[in-house]
């Protein structure tokens, strides 16, 4: 009896022969093929919106902080791994190798929206382009109005898994909506005044009080624009 043992990364093909005392030699017809693949994936993922480069969050953000894209966002997700599921493998779904179910997106309201099929995406194995063992998808977008996180787990033809790490961002393709009010603005004297002055006089200041909304990305910012002098000067 021998017994070998393998321990290095690589595809291994046996084909035993035996020789006797006599110096007699028979080579086996069945030969043995078996890889080794102690090495788990290498993932990297980019993202871009319209041609420019967008860099996440890699922490969960507090209120008011964030990267915000106002178009569609696309990642592409490279995987370097020698043991990675094509149609050279078989037609066969290979399900259990992705898992997506920590990808999310919440919209204004605080609800989880209906993402798109990641899971499919990373399936079909015509979105991949191979260059030998690195192979990139870049069929991964995100195009409704949410706050995002991307995370997700790949596991070779080997067993070995990664975990990648959630990224944050938000898209925003909705315009902000606001107002502009005055006071006295809701009671009948405030109606009666506004008619008896052109709804340009009074004899004291205004008060003027702008109100701005925007639900997924939240307002940055109030701009106004008033004339540089007073009517009739």
Do not use: H
Not at 153 to 169: C, R, W
């Amino acid at each position: 009896t021998l017994q070998l043992k393998f321990y290095k990364d690589g595809e291994y093909t046996i084909i035993p022969k035996c020789r006797d005392m006599a110096g007699r030699t028979t080579e086996l017809k069945t030969e043995q093929n078996f890889v080794i693949d102690k090495t788990p994936p290498k993932i990297n993922v980019t993202y871009s919106s319209n041609g420019a480069v967008i860099n996440p969050l890699t922490y969960e953000p507090d209120e008011g902080e964030g990267v915000y894209s106002k178009e569609a966002v696309k990642a592409t997700v490279t995987v370097n791994e020698t043991n990675f599921w094509s149609e050279e493998n078989g037609s066969r779904e290979f399900n259990n190798q992705w898992d997506f179910s920590g990808t999310k997106g919440i919209n204004s309201n605080g609800e989880n929206i209906e993402l798109a099929d990641y899971l499919a995406t990373a399936n079909v194995a015509k979105n991949w382009n191979s260059n030998t063992t690195i192979r990139t998808n870049s069929e991964f977008a995100f195009n409704v109005d949410a706050n995002y996180t991307f995370t997700f787990s790949y596991t070779d033809l080997a067993g070995n898994k990664t975990v990648y790490n959630p990224d944050y961002f938000t898209v925003d393709q909705t315009d902000p909506t606001g107002e502009i009010s005055l006071d006295r603005e809701g009671s009948i004297w405030s109606t009666i005044w506004r008619a008896l002055t052109f709804d340009i006089f009074r004899d004291s200041a205004y008060d003027v009080r702008f109100n701005a909304k925007d639900g997924t990305s939240g307002v940055k910012s109030i701009e106004y624009y008033k004339t540089r002098l007073p009517l009739g000067s």
